[in-house]
């Protein structure tokens, strides 16, 4: 007995929209198995993809060769707002697009706030650390 018909018999002669929507969806599989369709393929994601690996590689790259010029530190804040701003706008801009209509996507719009806020906190976390350094430096006698 195949899931098709098991299916089939559950509805004992009363409609169900339910069931005839697996139906549809059963029916819909077995004609894409018949017809040998592939699924589509996932292939692994090269680690060069991967976010943040690059700046890592560039990092190796300054400390094996010294006449690489390196940021500053106020150059590497500065990039470092730039980038949790860019996220926020980029979320904010997700969120405008739903509530208008442009987009159905909430998953990626949620994701994108979620994105955006951790980085936030990551940078104010950052900062206080910091923070907390520069004042320790200040109580020390010299």
């Known amino acids: 007995m195949s899931l098709f018909s098991a299916i089939q018999g559950m509805g004992n002669g009363v409609e169900n929209p339910y069931i005839l929507q697996m139906q549809q969806k059963l029916q819909a599989t077995q004609a894409a198995k018949a017809a040998k369709i592939s699924p589509v393929e996932i292939t692994p994601v090269s680690i060069n993809k991967i976010h943040g690996s ?31 701003d860019a996220k926020q706008k980029y979320a904010n801009n997700q969120v405008r697009m739903l509530m208008t209509g442009e987009s159905d996507n909430l998953h990626h719009a949620m994701l994108s706030m979620e994105e955006s806020g951790v980085s936030f906190n990551l940078m104010m976390e950052t900062r206080n650390k910091l923070m907390d350094a520069y004042q320790e430096l200040m109580r020390m006698r010299v």
Do not use: W
């Not at 190796?60 to 707002?81: D, H, K, Q, Y």
């Open 54 to 84: 690059e700046s890592f590689s560039k990092v190796l790259e300054t400390r094996a060769n010294p006449s690489i010029e390196r940021p500053t530190f106020s150059e590497m804040v500065e990039r470092g707002v730039d980038h949790v």
